[in-house]
């Protein structure tokens, strides 16, 4: 039995020490087709990062909220206006009048940062506050 161990004990040495003799020289030496492959993938990761870019342009990211009292007897700021932008500035401003009987809800369209219709203070701030480097 004991004989058995120690065939085994040698049997597992040799293995580690094949091991590390493969993993040294597989350290040392590069593998042209690796090397070769690198530059595709590259590129390909530059195309798909410039394809979400493009992609993230059109999307929703700009966004600000301003909280206001509409009406001089009510406190709370419970009226506010919503700026969601893409990078164009392009998108809508949405606002929630608040009354002691009633709310209404407005929505404006705005493009290239700028609205067709009347903006309202707060809804100016709103897209201000919106625009990439106006915080």
Same mark, same amino acid.
């Given at each position: 039995?004991?004989?058995?161990?120690?065939?085994?004990?040698?049997?597992?040495?040799?293995?580690?020490?094949?091991? @590390?003799?493969? /993993? %040294? !020289?597989?350290?040392?030496?590069? $593998?042209? +087709? *690796?090397?070769? =492959? &690198?530059?595709?993938? @590259?590129?390909? /990761? %530059? !195309?798909?990062?410039?394809?979400? $870019?493009? +992609? *993230?342009?059109? =999307? &929703?990211?700009?966004?600000?909220?301003?909280?206001?009292?509409?009406?001089?007897?009510?406190?709370?700021?419970?009226?506010?206006? &919503?700026?969601?932008?893409?990078?164009?500035?392009?998108?809508?401003?949405?606002?929630?009048?608040?009354?002691?009987?009633?709310?209404?809800?407005?929505?404006?369209?705005?493009?290239?940062?700028?609205?067709?219709?009347?903006?309202?203070?707060?809804?100016?701030?709103?897209?201000?506050?919106?625009?990439?480097?106006?915080?």
């Amino acid at each position: 039995m004991l004989a058995l161990v120690v065939c085994s004990l040698v049997v597992a040495l040799v293995a580690v020490g094949f091991s @590390v003799v493969a /993993l %040294r !020289r597989s350290q040392g030496v590069r $593998r042209p +087709e *690796a090397a070769e =492959a &690198l530059p595709e993938d @590259v590129h390909g /990761l %530059r !195309r798909e990062v410039a394809a979400l $870019r493009a +992609e *993230a342009k059109d =999307a &929703l990211r700009h966004l600000a909220v301003v909280r206001y009292d509409a009406f001089g007897d009510m406190g709370g700021h419970l009226s506010w206006s &919503l700026a969601l932008l893409d990078d164009s500035g392009h998108g809508v401003v949405l606002s929630s009048i608040h009354g002691r009987s009633e709310s209404r809800t407005y929505a404006k369209n705005i493009t290239a940062w700028s609205c067709d219709q009347q903006l309202s203070p707060e809804e100016l701030e709103a897209v201000d506050h919106a625009r990439p480097g106006k915080r």
